[in-house]
């Protein structure tokens, strides 16, 4: 992992975005996080500045979840997709994307760093 390591993070809900984005920014795993609110801006902003490391907020993705993932690891393949779920219906039709991890909203925060840690750390 390098020293210039980058985050991704597209969340609607503002309170969650804005949590995400502090326990990331204080990890020593990342350089610097950004923010975009919208799936569209997310692809867009992977292909622009090549993340290790992308969290999508599910509801963003409103029947785009393999279209958006699929846009961010043509643009940027060797970044890693986490997605937010609410539901256990979320859960598994995001398992069918390209998607790393799917996880659901309010995992404890140290784990979501483990998780975050090893999954950057796996061979592509």
Do not use: N, W
Not at 46 to 66: C, H, K, T
Not at 91 to 107: C, H, I, N, P, W
Request: net charge neutral.
């Amino acid at each position: 992992m390098t020293t210039a390591a980058l985050v991704l993070i597209a969340i609607q809900l503002e309170s969650l975005r804005r949590s995400l984005l502090a326990l990331l920014a204080i990890s020593p795993l990342f350089s610097a996080v950004h923010s975009v609110e919208d799936a569209r801006s997310a692809a867009a902003a992977a292909a622009q500045l090549q993340p290790v490391l992308v969290v999508l907020d599910a509801d963003l993705l409103r029947g785009e979840a393999v279209k958006t993932i699929e846009q961010i690891k043509a643009a940027a393949p060797h970044t890693r997709c986490i997605v937010l779920v609410d539901t256990i219906q979320e859960q598994r039709a995001m398992e069918s994307t390209r998607a790393d991890r799917v996880l659901f909203k309010g995992y404890p925060a140290a784990e979501l760093l483990t998780i975050v840690k090893h999954l950057l750390t796996e061979v592509s």
